[in-house]
C-alpha cells in the first residue's frame, strides 16, 4: 500500500494535512519513536518525601524521546517533521487528544494492543531539581506488537523515506518489539539514501551496527560506557574511545554529558562543545532537543560546529521550560 497514493485519504483528518503539509517542505525528517509516552509534568514549590505534597501546577504532554524531537524540529521549522510511533489501543483516544491540542506535534500512529505507557516528571523549585518516574505497562502475554504492527511501521518508514532527508529514531525498544527491528528501520532509510540520526544504546545500537552504520550516533556518557566499553571512562578515556569509534565507523559520534563539555567526533576528529549554564526549569528532554537542533543545522548547512552550537542552544532553551521537547 503506498502512503503517497492510497494510505492519506484513510488517515484521521489532521494527520492526513500534516502528511501533506511534509510532503511539501523543504526539508522532512520522520522521526521514530517505540515508546511513546503520556507524559505528566508536576511542579512544586518544593517537594518533599514522606509528606503530602500538593502541585502548583501540572501538565500533561504526549511524549517519548522521538517525539519530543520532533516537536522541536516543528517549532525550528514548522511542519518539517512527523513523529511515526506505535500507540496502545486501550488509551489511544486519550493519546491522539493530547497530540492534537499540540501545535508542533504531528503524529502518524500505528495501534497496537494495551497500553502506552506513562511518565511523571517532578519539578522542585526550591532545589532545581527534576524527577522522572516511568511506568512501564505490566508484562502481559497479549501485549505483543505482532507482526502485522511491525509490516506496518516498517512500510511506513519505507515510504516516508521516498519523499524525506533524514531519520531521527530514539527512544528505548519495549519488549514486545523484535528484536532487530531497530536495525531494520534504520537499514532501511539508508538503503533509501538518507541521513540517520539513532539515539539509543546497548544491544539495540550494537545489533543495528551490524546490519547497517548511521551517519549519526547521538549517546550519553552512560549509554556510551555502557554500550562500547563496559566501564566508566575518565574523560581522556573517553575522548580517544569516541574518536577511535567514529574513525572506525566513518560516521559522527556526539556523546553529551549533563552539564559537561559535549563530546564528538566526525570521523574521528574531536570537537568539544561548552554548555550554557543557567537555571534549568526542566531537565527532561534536553537530550531529545539536543538532537533535533543538531540533525536540523547539520541537515541546513553541513557544518558540524554550527550543528552543535546549535544543538547545545536547543537543549538549554529546553531546559528552561516546563514543556517536555519545547524550545518556546
Not at 172 to 190: G, K, L, T
Not at 282 to 290: I, L, R
Request: a negative charge; charged letters at 20%.
Amino acid at each position: 500500500m503506498n502512503l503517497l497514493s492510497e494510505y492519506v485519504p484513510h488517515l484521521h483528518n489532521c494527520i492526513a494535512k500534516d502528511f501533506l503539509l511534509y510532503h511539501n517542505r523543504s526539508m522532512r525528517i520522520l522521526c521514530v519513536c517505540l515508546s511513546a509516552t503520556i507524559q505528566r509534568t508536576l511542579c512544586f514549590d518544593a517537594f518533599s518525601v514522606d509528606a503530602v505534597n500538593r502541585t502548583k501546577t501540572w501538565r500533561e504532554d504526549a511524549s517519548g524521546k522521538a517525539l519530543n524531537a520532533s516537536r522541536v524540529l516543528n517549532q525550528l521549522d514548522p511542519g518539517s517533521s512527523i513523529a511515526l510511533c506505535p500507540v496502545g489501543n486501550k488509551n489511544a483516544d486519550h493519546f491522539m487528544e493530547l497530540v492534537s491540542h499540540d501545535d508542533a506535534l504531528h503524529v502518524h500512529p500505528v495501534y497496537i494492543t494495551g497500553k502506552t505507557r506513562s511518565c511523571w516528571t517532578l519539578l522542585d523549585d526550591s532545589h532545581a531539581t527534576t524527577t522522572e518516574i516511568v511506568a512501564d505497562e505490566p508484562a502481559d502475554p497479549y501485549h505483543l506488537a505482532g507482526a502485522e504492527a511491525e509490516i506496518e511501521l516498517l512500510e511506513a518508514v519505507k515510504e516516508y523515506m521516498q519523499i524525506g532527508d533524514a531519520l531521527l529514531f530514539a527512544g528505548s525498544r519495549p519488549a514486545q518489539w523484535s528484536a532487530n527491528i531497530c536495525a531494520r528501520i534504520c537499514e532501511a532509510a539508508i538503503k533509501a539514501g538518507k541521513i540517520v540520526l539513532v539515539d539509543y544504546w546497548g544491544k539495540d545500537l550494537l545489533t543495528t551496527l551490524q546490519s547497517c552504520t548511521p551517519q549519526i550516533i547521538k549517546i550519553n556518557q552512560d549509554e556510551y560506557c555502557g554500550t562500547f566499553a563496559q566501564k566508566a571512562l575518565s574523560e581522556e578515556e573517553l575522548i580517544a574511545s569516541v574518536t577511535a569509534k567514529s574513525a572506525e565507523l566513518h560516521n559522527i559520534i556526539i556523546v553529551t554529558r549533563g552539564t559537561e563539555d559535549t563530546i564528538a567526533a566526525n570521523d574521528g576528529k574531536l570537537f568539544r562543545q561548552s554548555v550554557e549554564k543557567l537555571h534549568p526549569v526542566n531537565t527532561t528532554a534536553c537530550g531529545d532537543a539536543f538532537a533535533a537542533g543538531f540533525l536540523n543545522e547539520y541537515l541546513k548547512v553541513k557544518d558540524f560546529s554550527s550543528a552543535l552550537k546549535n544543538a547545545n542552544w536547543c537543549a538549554a532553551r529546553n531546559a528552561q521550560s516546563i514543556i517536555p521537547g519545547a524550545i518556546r
